[in-house]
């Protein structure tokens, strides 16, 4: 397993290549109260108020705070159920996802990649359609089988949960909680990398740096004489411009 420090670089470097206008997230999953670090902030205990866990996301990747969220931090219950912080009897509403064992953990703790004090379990990347493209570009084919999807809600749990379970990559919609509680944008994906995946992930994606269909070699061209509907021919012929 790498470092700290090499988790940050690697965190610094997804950044620089992908143009990524947001951090990457390093997520822990907290197997003791002993284990947050004194800067993390804790919503409840420091501020009085309480969050969902797609908000401390988004105060992560966006404003670089670190979060420490414990059962009486959250402020709904798809977290609460997922990491397995409050008993769950019987089926969950709503579409099924994996959930950890009741008491497994006793909270979770995110921070910027690039400055995370901590060895993280899962990274999660918030990315436009082209930047996860080059990623998964940029993966061998042997690697493919490796990578699956999680579609529906909640997010909170399919970027955390189900990759730490599998060990495989996952893309993820942000759900409407991303959306209407942490302002995700229209056209963010979530990325979900298991931490033991991260360095072999850099190094392919430096590798297709110098590939075209690498994210910073891809832009739009202009095609002089495209073709044109039959109209647009039969005006320019009468106007006595090239009409082919």
Not at 3 to 18: A, H, P
Not at 52 to 66: D, G, L, N, P, S
Not at 93 to 115: C, D, N, Q, S
Request: proline share 8%; charged share 25%; with cysteine.
């Amino acid at each position: 397993m790498a470092t700290t420090k090499e988790f940050n670089r690697y965190g610094e470097e997804l950044v620089d290549i992908l143009q990524l206008r947001t951090s990457p997230i390093a997520v822990k999953m907290l197997e003791k109260e002993a284990d947050i670090p004194a800067e993390a902030m804790r919503p409840k205990k420091d501020h009085n108020y309480h969050l969902a866990q797609c908000q401390a996301f988004a105060m992560t990747r966006r404003e670089r705070a670190t979060i420490a969220m414990l059962k009486e931090d959250h402020w709904c219950p798809a977290g609460l159920m997922a990491y397995g912080l409050v008993p769950v009897e019987g089926p969950v509403m709503g579409h099924p996802y994996e959930r950890f064992e009741y008491g497994k953990y006793v909270g979770i703790l995110t921070a910027p990649l690039e400055t995370a004090s901590f060895e993280p379990d899962v990274a999660i990347v918030y990315a436009n359609s082209a930047q996860l493209r080059t990623i998964m570009l940029s993966m061998p084919f042997e690697q493919v089988p490796e990578v699956e999807g999680r579609f529906f809600p909640p997010s909170c749990a399919h970027a955390v949960v189900t990759p730490m379970m599998t060990g495989k990559f996952y893309v993820v919609i942000p759900d409407p909680g991303e959306y209407q509680r942490a302002h995700a944008d229209d056209n963010e994906m979530m990325f979900a990398i298991p931490a033991g995946k991260l360095a072999d992930l850099l190094t392919n994606l430096k590798k297709f740096q110098d590939q075209p269909y690498a994210y910073r070699n891809t832009s739009y061209f202009i095609q002089p004489d495209f073709a044109r509907p039959d109209f647009y021919k039969a005006m320019f012929k009468k106007w006595g411009l090239e009409d082919y």
